[in-house]
């Protein structure tokens, strides 16, 4: 089965480091996106992507997040200036388009746990 | 703004007794989804929840969806030890002409004792 796939599994960085978190999702996929749980807690949403755009945001994805879909294949998160606060699983995941196929699924990866210190 | 709650957030359970967990979202949403989570792994979906009267059953789980209500329900029949997970409802924000981002519940802690 099909599956996306992220790395590293586990990061640890100095706080202020930029860190970047890899993703590739799956194939005939077309929306992206990335969710975080710092630990014990819900999963928030954090940013989708289309069409090599970001589609929505949330009040989180502040100006110290960006996404990039550099080649056909990777959607990174990048984090310029970590914070304690940003210590959390990040999970990646994808989805089809919405179509005549009915698929509404959305797959996730197995996540990067980000601990900055 | 979609809200979504779930209740209980903790649930400690006997084998082989029966419970139910319920979803509220706050706004319309007609995709409801269910992911189970065991601990420091991803989400593995469980349903997709597609219209209204909507019901899914996979073994000793089943999954409900009343849109007028804006509830879904996951009921556990005769729980064992290997349910015990976190599981999290999903409903959907802006549906309709996009994909729509995933809007979590702050998930249900099971715990299925012998």
């Known amino acids: 089965e099909p599956e996306v796939t992220q790395t590293p599994s586990h990061q640890v960085t100095q706080m202020g480091q930029e860190v970047i978190l890899r993703c590739v999702p799956i194939?005939?996929?077309?929306?992206f996106y990335w969710y975080r749980q710092i630990l014990g807690q819900k999963v928030e949403f954090l940013v989708s992507?289309?069409?090599?755009?970001?589609?929505?945001k949330s009040e989180i994805f502040d100006d110290q997040f960006s996404v990039e879909r550099p080649d056909g294949s990777n959607f990174t998160l990048k984090i310029r200036s970590t914070k304690l606060e940003d210590s959390a699983m990040y999970f990646c995941?994808?989805?089809?388009?919405?179509?005549?196929?009915?698929?509404?699924?959305?797959?996730f990866g197995s996540g990067t746990r980000l601990t900055v210190v | 703004e979609l809200k979504v709650e779930q209740n209980p957030l903790f649930l400690s359970m006997q084998e082989g007794k029966n419970y139910t967990i319920y979803c509220n979202y706050s706004t319309t949403s007609d995709r409801l989804y269910w992911y189970r989570q065991d601990p420091g792994k991803s989400l593995e979906s469980l349903f997709v929840l597609l219209s209204n009267g909507a019901v899914k059953q996979e073994g000793r789980l089943m999954a409900s969806l009343d849109t007028k209500a804006r509830l879904s329900t996951l009921h556990i029949t005769a729980a064992v030890h290997d349910l015990s997970a976190t599981y999290f409802c999903?409903?959907?924000?802006?549906?309709?002409?996009?994909?729509?981002?995933?809007?979590f519940g702050k998930g249900t802690k099971l715990s299925v004792k012998p």
């Open positions: 194939s005939n996929h077309l929306y």
């Open positions: 995941a994808s989805s089809q388009r919405q179509g005549e196929e009915g698929n509404y699924g959305y797959t």
């Open positions: 999903a409903a959907i924000m802006n549906y309709g002409g996009s994909q729509g981002n995933l809007i």
């Open positions: 992507f289309y069409n090599n755009e970001i589609s929505e």
